[in-house]
């Protein structure tokens, strides 16, 4: 089956620019969640979304925000961007029933904020 | 002082060898998670973990819950083993908190 698909791959914008970066999960899998990753800081969790629902948040400012669709596909967007949001954004789609547990990560978004 | 440390941050072997990488985290979770991200960015989740030990392949995962700690190993390493292994723990609120990453490096 195809894996978790991200867009875009790359991506340039300037500060106080809007951002929405895209993910499709694994068919079936019906979690998604985002992460961030910089060199200083490494991975971070952002959130997860299951059946549209945001089921966990991490400590990241409100201008980072998410969603989810009945598709199960996720948006994140990050308003009034900083230099600091530069990073390797990577999303997760996720499925569990009882032990068994799949994650599967996609390749990313690498943003680059000037 | 961070949440999840990690243990050695680099790490050289020869082919061959059997490897081990420690991660201790201080909240109180739910699961830990192994994590293999390649040069390139991607990344790959090697295993879940609440209690015990799992195996897959030549990977082998081992947590103490009483102790809080972890450990990834790594039997007949072999050169398409050089990634950057990531522990995360997942805490009883739900949250992630991560480690900062072993580099190996396995020469041939």
């Known amino acids: 089956k195809a894996g978790v698909t991200q867009t875009p791959r790359y991506l340039i914008k300037t500060r106080g620019q809007q951002v929405t970066l895209s993910c499709s999960p694994i068919?079936?899998?019906?979690?998604v969640s985002w992460y961030q990753q910089t060199p200083g800081q490494g991975l971070q969790f952002l959130f997860e979304y299951f059946s549209e629902t945001q089921r966990n948040k991490g400590n990241f400012p409100g201008r980072f925000s998410g969603r989810q669709f009945s598709n199960s596909r996720s948006e994140m967007n990050v308003s009034t961007l900083e230099l600091g949001d530069s990073a390797l954004y990577l999303c997760?789609?996720?499925?569990?029933?009882?032990?068994?547990?799949?994650?599967?990560f996609g390749p990313g978004t690498r943003l680059t904020v000037t | 002082k961070n949440e999840v440390e990690q243990s050695p941050q680099n790490l050289t072997a020869q082919e061959g060898e059997f490897i081990t990488i420690n991660c201790s985290y201080s909240?109180?979770?739910?699961?830990l998670h192994w994590l293999q991200q390649h040069p390139g960015g991607g990344i790959v989740s090697l295993f879940m973990l609440s209690s015990g030990k799992k195996k897959h392949g030549r990977l082998i995962a081992t947590i103490n819950i009483q102790e809080k700690h972890s450990s990834l190993h790594i039997t007949a390493s072999h050169p398409r083993d050089s990634a950057v292994y990531i522990c995360a723990a997942l805490n009883t609120g739900n949250q992630f908190y991560f480690g900062t990453g072993t580099s190996l490096t396995v020469i041939p």
């Open positions: 997760a789609s996720s499925w569990t029933s009882g032990t068994i547990y799949e994650q599967y």
């Open positions: 068919s079936g899998h019906r979690s």
């Open positions: 909240v109180g979770i739910s699961a």
